[in-house]
Protein backbone atom coordinates (compact mmCIF):
# COMPACT_ATOMS: atom_id res chain seq x y z
CA UNK A 1 0.00 0.00 0.00
CA UNK A 2 1.32 3.43 -0.91
CA UNK A 3 2.01 5.98 1.41
CA UNK A 4 -1.06 7.98 -0.49
CA UNK A 5 -3.38 5.64 0.24
CA UNK A 6 -2.81 4.99 3.36
CA UNK A 7 -3.35 8.67 4.09
CA UNK A 8 -6.73 7.93 2.27
CA UNK A 9 -7.55 4.90 4.36
CA UNK A 10 -7.21 7.16 7.82
CA UNK A 11 -8.98 10.09 6.25
CA UNK A 12 -12.09 7.81 5.15
CA UNK A 13 -11.90 6.23 9.00
CA UNK A 14 -12.10 9.77 11.16
CA UNK A 15 -14.85 10.61 8.85
CA UNK A 16 -16.50 7.57 9.16
CA UNK A 17 -16.02 7.49 12.87
CA UNK A 18 -17.17 11.24 12.85
CA UNK A 19 -20.24 10.44 10.90
CA UNK A 20 -21.26 7.36 13.52
CA UNK A 21 -21.82 10.04 16.37
CA UNK A 22 -23.87 12.03 13.81
CA UNK A 23 -20.69 14.47 12.90
CA UNK A 24 -18.81 16.00 9.85
CA UNK A 25 -14.88 16.87 9.04
CA UNK A 26 -16.16 20.68 8.21
CA UNK A 27 -18.69 20.63 11.33
CA UNK A 28 -21.91 20.68 8.85
CA UNK A 29 -25.08 18.61 9.32
CA UNK A 30 -25.59 15.37 7.35
CA UNK A 31 -27.95 17.44 5.51
CA UNK A 32 -26.25 20.68 4.92
CA UNK A 33 -24.73 21.82 2.10
CA UNK A 34 -21.34 24.18 1.95
CA UNK A 35 -21.57 27.76 1.90
CA UNK A 36 -22.82 29.12 -1.66
CA UNK A 37 -21.59 32.06 -3.30
CA UNK A 38 -22.70 33.19 -6.91
CA UNK A 39 -22.06 36.20 -8.64
CA UNK A 40 -23.74 36.93 -12.08
CA UNK A 41 -22.53 38.93 -14.60
CA UNK A 42 -18.78 37.75 -14.11
CA UNK A 43 -17.71 37.45 -18.53
CA UNK A 44 -18.74 40.96 -19.51
CA UNK A 45 -18.64 39.84 -23.13
CA UNK A 46 -20.63 36.78 -23.19
CA UNK A 47 -24.05 36.90 -23.57
CA UNK A 48 -24.60 35.53 -19.57
CA UNK A 49 -22.18 34.65 -17.05
CA UNK A 50 -21.87 33.28 -13.49
CA UNK A 51 -19.40 32.97 -10.97
CA UNK A 52 -20.47 30.13 -8.02
CA UNK A 53 -18.59 29.02 -4.86
CA UNK A 54 -19.42 26.01 -2.87
CA UNK A 55 -17.57 25.73 -0.13
CA UNK A 56 -13.55 25.45 -1.62
CA UNK A 57 -15.32 24.67 -5.31
CA UNK A 58 -14.37 27.13 -7.84
CA UNK A 59 -17.05 27.80 -11.58
CA UNK A 60 -17.28 30.01 -13.90
CA UNK A 61 -19.73 29.29 -16.45
CA UNK A 62 -20.31 31.72 -19.77
CA UNK A 63 -23.17 31.17 -21.98
CA UNK A 64 -22.79 31.88 -25.42
CA UNK A 65 -25.96 32.48 -27.96
CA UNK A 66 -26.25 32.13 -31.46
CA UNK A 67 -27.73 31.35 -34.77
CA UNK A 68 -27.85 27.47 -35.48
CA UNK A 69 -28.98 24.37 -37.64
CA UNK A 70 -31.89 22.61 -35.78
CA UNK A 71 -31.46 19.23 -34.76
CA UNK A 72 -33.25 16.72 -38.14
CA UNK A 73 -36.03 15.84 -35.87
CA UNK A 74 -36.17 19.22 -34.39
CA UNK A 75 -36.84 21.34 -36.57
CA UNK A 76 -39.58 23.48 -34.38
CA UNK A 77 -37.45 23.98 -31.21
CA UNK A 78 -33.91 25.68 -30.24
CA UNK A 79 -30.87 23.89 -29.03
CA UNK A 80 -29.64 24.10 -25.44
CA UNK A 81 -25.86 22.03 -24.76
CA UNK A 82 -24.06 22.49 -22.00
CA UNK A 83 -19.95 21.36 -21.79
CA UNK A 84 -17.31 21.13 -18.96
CA UNK A 85 -13.62 21.58 -18.40
CA UNK A 86 -11.27 21.35 -15.19
CA UNK A 87 -7.85 23.13 -16.19
CA UNK A 88 -4.89 21.98 -14.63
CA UNK A 89 -4.33 24.73 -11.79
CA UNK A 90 -7.66 23.18 -10.19
CA UNK A 91 -6.15 20.50 -8.82
CA UNK A 92 -3.08 18.35 -8.78
CA UNK A 93 -4.66 15.11 -10.40
CA UNK A 94 -5.96 17.27 -13.16
CA UNK A 95 -3.65 16.93 -16.23
CA UNK A 96 -3.91 18.67 -20.48
CA UNK A 97 -5.37 16.58 -22.84
CA UNK A 98 -9.17 15.04 -23.79
CA UNK A 99 -12.17 15.26 -21.13
CA UNK A 100 -12.04 11.57 -19.73
CA UNK A 101 -14.97 9.93 -18.26
CA UNK A 102 -15.41 11.74 -15.37
CA UNK A 103 -15.77 15.23 -17.19
CA UNK A 104 -17.85 13.54 -20.00
CA UNK A 105 -20.01 12.37 -17.11
CA UNK A 106 -20.08 15.87 -15.32
CA UNK A 107 -21.33 17.92 -18.32
CA UNK A 108 -23.84 15.02 -19.03
CA UNK A 109 -25.18 15.02 -15.93
CA UNK A 110 -25.37 18.79 -15.47
CA UNK A 111 -26.52 19.23 -19.03
CA UNK A 112 -29.76 16.45 -18.43
CA UNK A 113 -30.94 18.40 -15.46
CA UNK A 114 -31.70 21.76 -17.15
CA UNK A 115 -32.78 19.99 -19.99
CA UNK A 116 -35.22 17.51 -18.87
CA UNK A 117 -36.55 20.23 -16.24
CA UNK A 118 -37.32 22.25 -19.21
CA UNK A 119 -35.92 25.30 -17.62
CA UNK A 120 -35.64 26.75 -21.03
CA UNK A 121 -38.72 26.98 -23.37
CA UNK A 122 -36.93 25.88 -26.36
CA UNK A 123 -39.67 26.32 -28.56
CA UNK A 124 -39.62 29.94 -28.36
CA UNK A 125 -36.26 29.91 -29.53
CA UNK A 126 -36.94 29.16 -33.48
CA UNK A 127 -36.31 32.02 -36.27
CA UNK A 128 -37.49 29.64 -38.77
CA UNK A 129 -38.63 26.51 -38.64
CA UNK A 130 -36.77 23.53 -39.85
CA UNK A 131 -33.88 26.09 -41.34
CA UNK A 132 -32.16 28.32 -38.33
CA UNK A 133 -33.18 28.22 -34.52
CA UNK A 134 -31.36 29.46 -31.54
CA UNK A 135 -28.61 28.17 -29.84
CA UNK A 136 -27.81 28.41 -26.26
CA UNK A 137 -24.13 26.95 -25.14
CA UNK A 138 -23.32 26.67 -21.41
CA UNK A 139 -19.54 26.67 -21.26
CA UNK A 140 -18.43 25.27 -17.32
CA UNK A 141 -15.23 25.79 -16.62
CA UNK A 142 -13.93 24.75 -13.01
CA UNK A 143 -11.04 26.92 -11.77
CA UNK A 144 -10.85 25.42 -7.86
CA UNK A 145 -12.18 21.70 -7.16
CA UNK A 146 -12.64 20.61 -3.34
CA UNK A 147 -15.64 18.20 -4.23
CA UNK A 148 -19.00 18.03 -5.77
CA UNK A 149 -18.41 19.46 -9.08
CA UNK A 150 -22.21 18.63 -10.38
CA UNK A 151 -23.82 20.97 -8.23
CA UNK A 152 -21.25 23.15 -8.72
CA UNK A 153 -21.60 23.24 -12.27
CA UNK A 154 -25.41 23.16 -11.98
CA UNK A 155 -25.67 26.31 -10.35
CA UNK A 156 -23.12 28.12 -12.43
CA UNK A 157 -24.68 27.37 -15.23
CA UNK A 158 -28.39 27.77 -14.45
CA UNK A 159 -27.11 31.38 -12.44
CA UNK A 160 -25.72 32.30 -16.05
CA UNK A 161 -28.77 31.08 -18.32
CA UNK A 162 -30.81 33.32 -15.35
CA UNK A 163 -28.58 36.44 -16.39
CA UNK A 164 -28.24 35.58 -20.26
CA UNK A 165 -30.10 38.27 -22.89
CA UNK A 166 -30.31 37.01 -26.22
CA UNK A 167 -29.74 39.00 -29.31
CA UNK A 168 -33.10 38.80 -32.20
CA UNK A 169 -32.67 37.26 -35.48
CA UNK A 170 -35.63 38.05 -37.99
CA UNK A 171 -35.34 35.63 -41.55
CA UNK A 172 -34.56 37.66 -44.09
CA UNK A 173 -33.32 36.85 -47.69
CA UNK A 174 -32.96 32.94 -46.61
CA UNK A 175 -30.81 33.56 -44.02
CA UNK A 176 -31.03 34.86 -39.74
CA UNK A 177 -30.55 38.33 -39.62
CA UNK A 178 -29.50 40.15 -36.19
CA UNK A 179 -32.06 42.83 -34.99
CA UNK A 180 -29.77 45.59 -33.29
CA UNK A 181 -30.67 46.96 -29.68
CA UNK A 182 -33.61 44.04 -28.96
CA UNK A 183 -31.55 41.80 -26.89
CA UNK A 184 -34.09 40.25 -24.73
CA UNK A 185 -34.09 37.11 -21.65
CA UNK A 186 -33.55 33.52 -22.15
CA UNK A 187 -37.10 32.18 -21.97
CA UNK A 188 -37.33 30.70 -18.82
CA UNK A 189 -40.14 28.33 -17.34
CA UNK A 190 -38.56 26.59 -14.02
CA UNK A 191 -35.51 27.14 -11.91
CA UNK A 192 -33.79 23.26 -11.58
CA UNK A 193 -31.47 22.89 -8.74
CA UNK A 194 -29.19 19.42 -8.48
CA UNK A 195 -28.45 18.07 -4.58
CA UNK A 196 -25.88 15.57 -4.91
CA UNK A 197 -25.11 13.39 -1.84
CA UNK A 198 -22.56 10.76 -0.83
CA UNK A 199 -22.85 7.62 1.15
CA UNK A 200 -19.95 6.50 3.11
CA UNK A 201 -20.85 3.25 5.39
CA UNK A 202 -24.62 3.46 5.70
CA UNK A 203 -24.68 7.61 6.03
CA UNK A 204 -26.15 9.70 3.40
CA UNK A 205 -24.35 12.74 3.20
CA UNK A 206 -25.28 16.08 0.98
CA UNK A 207 -22.74 17.93 -0.73
CA UNK A 208 -19.51 16.23 -0.12
CA UNK A 209 -16.43 17.94 0.12
CA UNK A 210 -12.61 16.99 -1.22
CA UNK A 211 -12.09 14.40 1.57
CA UNK A 212 -15.96 13.00 1.99
CA UNK A 213 -15.78 12.80 -1.82
CA UNK A 214 -12.94 10.20 -1.50
CA UNK A 215 -14.40 8.52 0.91
CA UNK A 216 -17.72 7.79 -1.05
CA UNK A 217 -18.41 4.45 -1.64
CA UNK A 218 -21.91 5.95 -3.74
CA UNK A 219 -23.20 8.88 -5.15
CA UNK A 220 -26.64 10.06 -6.27
CA UNK A 221 -27.27 13.16 -7.87
CA UNK A 222 -31.15 14.44 -7.63
CA UNK A 223 -32.47 17.71 -9.90
CA UNK A 224 -35.82 19.29 -9.14
CA UNK A 225 -37.79 22.01 -10.52
CA UNK A 226 -39.88 25.02 -9.07
CA UNK A 227 -42.65 22.58 -8.38
CA UNK A 228 -40.48 20.07 -5.89
CA UNK A 229 -40.87 17.46 -9.11
CA UNK A 230 -37.84 15.20 -9.81
CA UNK A 231 -36.92 15.37 -13.26
CA UNK A 232 -33.48 13.75 -13.35
CA UNK A 233 -30.90 11.34 -11.20
CA UNK A 234 -27.76 9.69 -11.37
CA UNK A 235 -26.31 7.54 -9.30
CA UNK A 236 -22.65 6.64 -9.40
CA UNK A 237 -20.08 4.63 -7.24
CA UNK A 238 -19.69 1.20 -6.56
CA UNK A 239 -22.19 0.26 -3.80
CA UNK A 240 -25.97 0.89 -4.18
CA UNK A 241 -28.69 2.68 -2.32
CA UNK A 242 -31.98 0.65 -0.95
CA UNK A 243 -35.32 2.05 -1.82
CA UNK A 244 -35.73 3.34 1.41
CA UNK A 245 -32.26 5.43 0.89
CA UNK A 246 -33.55 6.37 -2.48
CA UNK A 247 -36.62 7.97 -1.02
CA UNK A 248 -35.22 9.77 1.83
CA UNK A 249 -32.43 11.12 -0.84
CA UNK A 250 -35.47 12.51 -2.98
CA UNK A 251 -37.25 14.39 -0.16
CA UNK A 252 -33.41 15.62 1.25
CA UNK A 253 -33.41 16.78 -2.79
CA UNK A 254 -36.31 18.62 -2.87
CA UNK A 255 -36.01 20.35 0.99
CA UNK A 256 -32.68 21.22 0.13
CA UNK A 257 -33.48 22.48 -3.28
CA UNK A 258 -35.98 24.68 -2.36
CA UNK A 259 -33.20 26.62 -0.23
CA UNK A 260 -30.19 27.03 -2.82
CA UNK A 261 -33.29 28.15 -5.38
CA UNK A 262 -33.91 31.12 -3.90
CA UNK A 263 -30.07 31.94 -3.63
CA UNK A 264 -30.33 31.81 -7.36
CA UNK A 265 -33.19 33.64 -7.67
CA UNK A 266 -31.69 36.10 -5.59
CA UNK A 267 -28.32 36.49 -7.96
CA UNK A 268 -31.23 37.00 -10.84
CA UNK A 269 -32.95 39.48 -9.63
CA UNK A 270 -29.21 41.29 -8.80
CA UNK A 271 -28.24 40.70 -12.54
CA UNK A 272 -31.17 43.07 -13.73
Known amino acids: MTSTSVIDELKKSQILELLEQGKRVDGRALD ?13 KANGSARVRLGETEVICGVKIQPDRPFPDMGDKG ?6 ELLPLSHPTVETGPPGPDVIELARVVDRGIRESHMIDVSQLVIEPNKSVVGVFADNVVVDYDGNLFDACSYAATAALLSSKSPKWNWVDDAPTLVEGEDMPVPIATIPVSVTMGKIGSHIIVDPNG ?17 GNICA ?17 GDISVKVGATIREKLKAAQQGSQ
Do not use: V
Open 79 to 84: IFICTA
Open 233 to 249: LQKGGSDGFTLEEINRC
Open 32 to 44: EPREISIETNAIP
Open 211 to 227: DEWASMDARITITSDSN
